[in-house]
């Protein structure tokens, strides 16, 4: 249903939820979400000119949550990196016969955002997801 990139996205949120208020390093993110880590810097660059992570280089440095898990919603994760665009207002055309169905997809499309923006990560990040290494 959502890009691999909105996935991405979303994950990684949850991992840094999970970890909130520490900060965590993208390889570390990378690793635990299965999230491959050039992919994953990409990501992480429209989540911070979001505003919804901050990130420090170097010791002590990190990528962080900008605010509490409980206040960043999973819409505005998915608005940072692919915004969910509403079909009534894509200023086309419409093709004849199609209304009915284009009413009924962005209806659907409507419940879809207000779930999102009605759950935030500390609803969905419950425990830190912690990669297992061999010894």
């Known amino acids: 249903m959502f890009s691999q990139t909105v996935e991405y996205a979303l994950r990684a949120m949850c991992q840094l939820a999970a970890e909130a208020p520490d900060a965590c ?4 993110i990378a690793e635990n979400t299965r999230v491959p880590a050039a992919y994953l810097a990409k990501v992480l660059q429209s989540l911070r000119r979001a505003g919804l992570i901050s990130s420090r280089r170097g010791v002590g440095g990190g990528v962080r949550l900008a605010k509490p898990p409980k206040k960043i919603n999973l ?13 009534l207002d894509g200023g086309k055309r419409p093709i004849a016969g199609l209304a009915p169905l284009n009413s009924k997809l962005d ?10 923006a009605s759950t935030s990560l500390a609803d969905v990040a419950a425990k830190p997801l912690k990669v297992k290494r061999a010894r």
Do not use: F
């Open 25 to 28: 390093t993208t390889q570390a």
């Open 75 to 87: 819409l505005e994760v998915i608005n940072a990196v692919e915004p969910l665009q509403r079909s």
């Open 107 to 116: 209806a659907m499309l409507g419940l879809l955002q207000k779930g999102c």
